[in-house]
């Protein structure tokens, strides 16, 4: 489910070095204050999707510019990364939520996965996570508390027959919450609700289509197996509409917030970069692009043999 | 009163060109028509409001007639129409759509007509369960096709799942409402060739 928003590098000219330069600076700052205030190995737990939020709450929060300064990497010590030095509560929180998602997220790895080394892997990580967990639970049980209870809800309806929308409102209400969480203002309160509401519901459906063809073979639960069996072509079609439609909201309800500061990185993220995203998984679905490529290059090859071997010939 | 100019997003020395085409970009992002159905709309009239006020204060000379968004009547609650669920279509306007749902399930199965699912359908779509909501305008408009009100919160729901908004589109938000009227044209066309023949 992480790794969906991102920035979009591809299309030329749509994004400024000097916002690119911020976006690796909070990048490398939440890296680090991961490892300082939840311990080392949260750092694993490092996601663009959590750097979207903090990019998010700092553009929220004010217009002053970010302060950074210049320092070696925290893992590699040869690199240098620039940290930023101002809105320290924010990272934190960015962080602690990333943690604690990130640690359902490995307990519901456990409960899915059949293999029997990807279970004792996932277990492991449990164990080293429970530390950096606590830390997080104690600054922010709230968050917690409606994650943990999302994820209970959701286990329990993707036991039934369920329609679409029903399957994702757990997750759409999850981050509901935890946006609604970026602003102390009411009415600002309100938009972030709707727009964490779409985001959430917009992942997880990705998700779906992107895992369509995995959860058949492997008998996991997904809307779209639910609603259409395994006709993949009819459920690519229908879901690029739920999707458009997911958007469309989303992109309205971000209309109405009110940013400060990074309206370019964060404008390149909601309206171009998760369009593309969708645009891209729809047209070429990552396990098959792999196989034709391969495929591909192969018959390439035996092509250019033959073509060689007739010249060959004719001389 | 906010800087008007704050507002608009211009600088202070902007041309009129420069404003009217920074009120016609911000117009169009905060439409009325964009936020039909939506929970925010209050949200998004009041920033509307605040637009109009200030370039009516930058042009404070020229006339301004046609370009007030503000009276654009597409809320479908405001059309007085006929309906069977008054109390239901209160809720809905008052946007308590939790009491809505409720009163709106507690009609039995037997009196679900076409309006009932055209209710349910918005209600579903002010609580962001789109795909619901979007079927269930769709079924209200098979029940009852000639309705203008249903086809047009159908035709709205449909454009935004066609993908044709945001930078990637090459029409903008402003064109839903089009749609409708072309269609409703088409369908007389259809209509009028098949009176013709039977004649």
């Not at chain 1, 330069?21 to 190995?41: A, D, E, R």
């Not at chain 1, 694993?44 to 700092?58: E, P, R």
């Not at chain 2, 009100?149 to 945001?166: A, D, P, T």
């Amino acid at each position: 489910m992480f790794g969906y928003i991102k920035i979009n590098k591809e299309d030329e000219g749509e994004l400024l070095v000097k916002e690119l330069n911020i976006y690796k600076t909070v990048y490398c700052t939440l890296c680090k204050v991961l490892g300082k205030s939840f311990g080392v190995v949260s750092r694993l737990t490092l996601s663009y999707d959590c750097v979207f939020l903090a990019i998010l709450m700092i553009g929220l929060k004010s217009d002053s510019a970010m302060l950074a300064k210049t320092q070696r990497c925290v893992v590699n010590k040869f690199k240098k990364c620039h940290f930023c030095t101002s809105f320290e509560d924010e990272f934190k929180f960015v962080s602690a939520v990333s943690i604690i998602l990130s640690r359902f997220k490995i307990v519901d790895d456990i409960k899915d996965s059949k293999n029997f080394f990807k279970k004792f892997c996932s277990y492991f990580l449990l164990i080293i996570f429970e530390l950096p967990y606590k830390r997080a639970k104690k600054l922010h049980c709230d968050v917690d508390k409606i994650v943990e209870d999302k994820i209970k809800k959701q286990n329990l309806i993707e036991n039934s027959n369920c329609t679409i929308d029903e399957s994702s409102d757990s997750t759409a209400q999850m981050f509901s919450f935890i946006f609604s969480k970026l602003s102390t203002d009411e009415s600002q309160k309100r938009v972030l609700n709707r727009f964490g509401f779409f985001l959430g519901k917009w992942i997880y459906l990705i998700d779906a289509v992107d895992d369509f063809k995995k959860d058949f073979k492997g008998g996991n639960f997904n809307p779209f197996i639910v609603k259409f069996g395994g006709d993949f072509d009819k459920a690519k079609e229908y879901s690029a509409g739920v999707l458009n439609q997911v958007l469309y909201q989303l992109f309205v309800a971000y209309s109405l917030l009110e940013i400060k500061n990074l309206n370019g990185l964060l404008d390149n993220i909601v309206k171009l970069s998760l369009k593309r995203t969708q645009n891209k998984i729809f047209n070429e679905p990552q396990n098959e692009r792999n196989e034709s490529s391969f495929f591909l290059k192969f018959k390439k090859s035996r092509k250019i043999q033959r073509v060689i071997l007739e010249k060959g010939e004719n001389k | 009163m906010k800087d008007p100019y704050e507002v608009l997003g211009i600088s202070k020395n902007a041309t009129t060109d420069e404003v009217k085409s920074a009120y016609r970009e911000l117009a169009k992002k905060y439409h009325p028509d964009n936020y039909s159905d939506n929970p925010l709309s209050d949200l998004a009239s009041e920033k509307m409001r605040e637009i109009n006020e200030a370039y009516d204060f930058i042009i404070n000379k020229e006339k301004r007639s046609s370009n007030s968004y503000d009276q654009s009547q597409n809320s479908y609650h405001k059309n007085t129409v006929y309906s069977k669920f008054p109390n239901v279509r209160e809720f809905i306007s008052r946007g308590q759509i939790d009491q809505a749902e409720q009163m709106l399930s507690s009609f039995p199965e037997s009196s679900r007509d076409a309006e009932w699912f055209f209710l349910r359908g918005v209600i579903m779509c002010r609580k962001g369960w789109l795909d619901e909501g979007f079927a269930n305008v769709q079924t209200a408009c098979r029940m009852d096709p000639s309705n203008p009100e249903y086809r047009s919160v159908f035709g709205q729901l449909q454009s935004q799942r066609s993908g044709n908004f945001g930078p990637y589109s090459s029409t903008d938000f402003s064109n839903q409402s089009r749609c409708g009227a072309m269609d409703a044209c088409s369908f007389i066309l259809c209509a009028d060739c098949c009176c013709r023949i039977c004649n």
